[in-house]
């Protein structure tokens, strides 16, 4: 009928904006992430440990860090 379609086009819409929103939030939180200098600090300070650590291994002379091991820093 044509209310019930109303109101599916009515449940579609706030659909929508619900995920814009949510897209939206989680832009934002990326560019905070992006934009961080305390991140960007730390990941240095975990680099500079971790090739510290490792000098005179294969690791030793890392570029980068793999973000997976952020779990397993703790302040």
Known sequence: T???????GF???RSIKTINGNIAKLTD?????LNSG???TMLQVCLQAGNYLNQG??????MAVDV????????
Do not use: N, P, Y
């Open 11 to 13: 449940v579609c819409v």
């Open 38 to 40: 305390e991140l960007r």
């Open 68 to 75: 997976g091991f952020l779990s397993q820093v703790r302040t």
């Open 2 to 8: 044509l209310a019930t379609l109303a109101d599916c």
């Open 29 to 33: 939180g990326c560019q905070h992430i």
């Open 57 to 62: 291994t294969f690791r030793g002379q890392a």
